[in-house]
């Protein structure tokens, strides 16, 4: 089992700047890679952003792609999700997710952390 928790949340005036950090225990060394996904008031779930174990591939959706970094540092099991450029439209609860090595799909999931932000 792997454990996620997020933090780094909160309320942003458009423009500015958060950083999401997540940090994973338990069986970490079973995960293959992790993401951000996000949910907004009234829509699915969107995926934002994801990263390979060793970080050298990074992957991002349309809509957050030169504003969002995701990064990792795996001696403190913890991804990393640098949001700049916010706009109104990036308000979600963003969500910590990561997939093990034996799945096709993401398993385990944090409980999310709440992203505001005001025009």
């Known amino acids: 089992q792997v454990q996620l928790v997020e933090s780094g949340g909160g309320l942003v005036q458009a423009g500015g700047s958060l950083r999401l950090s997540c940090v994973a225990s338990?069986?970490?060394?079973?995960?293959?890679?992790m993401a951000w996904f996000r949910q907004a008031p009234g829509k699915g779930r969107e995926f934002v952003a994801t990263i390979s174990r060793s970080g050298g591939v990074t992957w991002y959706s349309d809509s957050v792609k030169g504003r969002f970094t995701i990064s990792n540092n795996n001696a403190k099991s913890t991804v990393y999700l640098q949001m700049n450029s916010l706009t109104p439209e990036d308000t979600a609860v963003y969500y910590c997710a990561a997939r093990p090595v034996t799945a096709n799909d993401y398993e385990y999931w944090g409980q999310g952390t709440q992203v505001t932000v005001s025009s």
């Open positions: 338990g069986r970490t060394v079973s995960i293959w890679n």
